[in-house]
Structures are given as C-alpha cells and as structure tokens.
C-alpha cells in the first residue's frame, strides 16, 4: 500500500518528521508523533514536541514557507545552539509519514530554517523553501559603503594579524553583555567597536556576539555587547576582532586595505541629486558645487 491509498481510505495514522542538517555535519530528527520513528537510517525523537504550521506552497517561484514550533532540550535544540549559530541556515527536510507503516511517506518540504525566536523554554523557526535562494540580492550595490565583511573572500583583510584581534581571558562580565578588561590600553578607543568578540572555551564556546561600544576608561577597556551571550564566565577565554565601519577612510587608514575596497566612495549624495541651476552665479556647464 502507497501513502496516498492509506489517505484515500479516510481513517489514517499519519504524522510529519523533519530531518535538520547543521552546517557542521550534526544531523537530528524529530517527529510530531508521541512514540520515536526511524527510517532512512535514522531516528525521529517525538520529545521534542515539535510541531509545524500549515505549509504555503504555489507554483512558480515563489517562496514556499512555513514554521515550526518546538521545546528547547539538551537532546535536541537547545538556547546556547541557537546563540552560537549553529541552525543559522540549516538545511531542513519535513516528511508526511504513516507512522504504522513508516515506508509510507512523501517529502512534503525541502528548505532551510530562516528566523529562529526563543522564549518561555520553546523557540519558533521559520521555514523558508528553495526558492529562496531567488529572492536573495546579487551582486554588488552601488554605495558608499564598503559591501563586504571583514576578514571575508572580497575583503582580503587577515584578521590574524597583529593588532586585528586578541585572545584574553574574560575577567569582570556583567549581565552577560559588558566586559571589562584591566590590561587592554593598547589598543585605540574604539578599535573593536562594531567588531566581533568570539567565545573560545567555557560553556559559551562558539558564540558570537557583535561589539556595540568599546572605551578605554579609568577601570579599564569596557566592551558592550549588543546582545547578551550564553552561559560565559570570568575566565573563559574570548577572541576580541577589531571593528569596520566600512568607510573608504578607515580601510585605507586602520586596516590599509583601500585596494580591495568593496564600495564606490564617491557616489554623489542626495545634495546633488537635488541640484539645479540657478539665475544667480556661473552656468557655465561646470559643476555646480564649487
């Protein structure tokens, strides 16, 4: 019997299962049935109490999408996972499965996860088809800005350099989001602001967090995080890279990489695509600021 003979006979005993593959290789299953299935090899847990909303679906190219809901677990997806990305793009299979009969099944979604919320011990993911690849920008943009991150393939910049980064073990930690650092001053004010600090050993390792402000003070180096990490202690060894704001200026100057700058410094601003002539002073087809 084929799964859609099962369906036609109108009592059935089906459920989903999704397979999540991480970006480092880990693969976990889980199930919306309340007893484990396993197949292809693999095991579905049903303690995740995972469950998913109606898929959308069209033809065309539009984006197929969906979301699931789960519980935060130490055997499946958990807070500090999450905080350290590693579901950020995951690749996402979801199945319609007899679970009486679990070689009835048909894949109903292929994608990756997208937006992942967590509150209240449960978190809340977006499901986003393949088409999605299609709807992400190409290319380049013409800005000012330099459209690259740094340490990346079009920035070049080698973030293992001498005065880019530095190891230290975190001492003073507050909330999880501010650093204080006794013996830091060698570094500029600022120097890691909009930067990144990396977090190398401890119940954290792994985590990312992005630097909102970094001051010398009479205490110390002060670095404040936009967003609190996991579970760091003082101790732990973290990873401080220094911070891009992405103009011409401070890529020629602080990481004397303006070669591979990856903006247009000299797009004109709104000033001048407002202008137009006037009666008084020189039209004489020359520029008009002066």
């Known amino acids: 019997m084929t799964l859609a003979e099962h369906l036609a006979e109108g009592a059935t005993t089906t459920c989903r299962a999704w397979a999540l593959t991480r970006r480092d290789g880990?693969?976990?299953?889980?199930?919306?049935?309340?007893?484990?299935?396993?197949?292809?090899?693999?095991?579905?847990?049903?303690?995740?109490?995972m469950?998913?909303?109606?898929?959308?679906q069209s033809t065309g190219l539009s984006v197929?999408?969906?979301?699931?809901?789960?519980?935060?677990?130490?055997a499946g997806?958990?807070?500090?996972?999450i905080l350290a990305g590693r579901f950020d793009g995951a690749e996402l299979r979801c199945w319609l499965v007899n679970w009486s009969d679990p070689s009835q099944r048909r894949l109903e979604f292929r994608?990756?996860?997208?937006?992942?919320?967590?509150?209240?011990?449960?978190?809340?993911?977006?499901?986003r088809g393949l088409a999605e690849a299609l709807n992400q920008p190409q290319g380049r943009v013409f800005q000012r800005g330099c459209g690259a991150v740094l340490g990346d393939r079009a920035c070049r910049v080698d973030l293992s350099q001498a005065g880019y980064a530095t190891e230290i073990a975190a001492e003073v930690i507050e909330d999880r989001r501010i650093f204080t650092f006794a013996d830091?001053?060698?570094f500029d004010d600022r120097w890691f602001e909009r930067g990144r600090i990396r977090v190398m050993t401890g119940a954290a390792a792994g985590e990312v967090g992005i630097i909102k402000n970094d001051r010398l003070t009479d205490a110390g180096r002060k670095v404040e995080l936009w967003q609190s990490l996991g579970p760091i202690a003082s101790g732990d060894l973290v990873r401080l890279e220094a911070g891009c704001d992405?103009?011409?200026e401070t890529c020629r100057l602080k990481f004397r990489?303006?070669?591979?700058?990856?903006?247009?410094?000299?797009?004109?601003g709104e000033d001048w695509l407002t202008a137009y002539p006037t009666s008084r002073g020189s039209n004489d087809g020359g520029s008009l600021f002066r």
């Open 246 to 248: 992405r103009l011409a």
């Open 77 to 81: 997806v958990t807070e500090a996972d």
């Open 111 to 127: 994608g990756a996860l997208g937006e992942i919320a967590r509150a209240g011990g449960a978190f809340r993911a977006e499901l």
């Open 64 to 74: 197929d999408n969906t979301e699931a809901l789960g519980a935060l677990t130490d």
């Open 184 to 186: 830091l001053a060698v």
């Open 257 to 268: 990489n303006l070669i591979n700058f990856q903006g247009f410094p000299h797009v004109p």
């Open 51 to 56: 469950t998913a909303r109606a898929l959308q």
């Open 26 to 49: 880990v693969t976990l299953g889980f199930t919306d049935h309340d007893m484990d299935l396993t197949f292809d090899g693999m095991t579905f847990r049903a303690s995740s109490a």
